[in-house]
């Protein structure tokens, strides 16, 4: 299966660190998003990267970055890290020139990481 | 700013039921919605609307947009406690030359038998 692959799944980190989340994306997709998915709550869009980089960013603050390899994948890295950015963080892959309405349309998402700040 | 708003949040019903989830949405360059169903962690996608008054169905599930009236439902018929998730529906936005998707807060939906 060639679908979105997140690293790891589970995390526990302690307030004041940093951490780093990976993406692989579906094969054949350029365009990696990523997402913050807090309990209770529907994702929230933190910043898509393309072409290596940073095409567009949501309201998070600095402590949250990223990066784009060559091969497309790409990592989050939280800094200084708060009892709030607990939850699962998502990653979604997609084209990013134009589609055509079909069923293969679109972003998949990976499984992603739950992280958790104690 | 950009808003995608669902309701209900909560709905509990019984096996063969008929529900009708709602999703509203005020958003600067519209270009699709999306509705995705989440059971653990990865939203698996449904349906993608672009058109006014165009009913998509895949199964016991269809879904409409209004974009006059800039919402969208999702109805599944018959239900199966297999259908007990929750049912996020998203707004694509076009922002700063780029895609995004707007999340609502999400419907999460049990069925009993």
């Known amino acids: 299966d060639a679908g979105v692959t997140q690293s790891p799944t589970h995390l526990i980190k302690t307030r004041g660190q940093q951490v780093t989340l990976r993406c692989s994306p579906k094969s054949g997709h350029d365009t990696v998003s990523w997402y913050q998915q807090a309990l209770g709550q529907g994702p929230q869009f933190i910043f898509q990267y393309y072409e290596e980089e940073e095409r567009q960013r949501g309201n998070f603050p600095d402590r949250f970055s990223g990066h784009q390899f060559p091969n497309y994948s790409s990592e989050l890295n939280v800094n200084a890290l708060l009892l709030g950015d607990s939850a699962l963080y998502l990653c979604?892959?997609?084209?990013?020139?134009?589609?055509?309405?079909?069923?293969?349309?679109?972003?998949?998402f990976g499984s992603g990481t739950r992280l958790t700040v104690v | 700013e950009d808003k995608v708003v669902q309701s209900p949040l909560s709905l509990v019903v019984h096996e063969g039921d008929t529900v009708t989830l709602n999703c509203s949405y005020e958003?600067?360059?519209?270009?699709?919605l999306l509705w995705y169903k989440q059971e653990k962690k990865a939203p698996t996608f449904l349906f993608m609307l672009t058109s006014s008054g165009i009913e998509k169905k895949s199964g016991r599930l269809s879904s409409i947009l209004d974009k006059k009236e800039l919402f969208s439902i999702l109805n599944i018929t018959a239900t199966q406690t297999g259908d007990s998730a929750i049912y996020l529906c998203?707004?694509?936005?076009?922002?700063?030359?780029?895609?995004?998707?707007?999340f609502g807060q999400g419907t999460r939906l049990t069925i009993n038998p």
């Open positions: 998203a707004v694509e936005a076009l922002d700063q030359g780029a895609q995004k998707l707007v």
């Open positions: 958003v600067t360059n519209f270009r699709s």
């Open positions: 979604a892959s997609s084209l990013g020139g134009w589609w055509e309405d079909n069923t293969a349309y679109g972003y998949t």
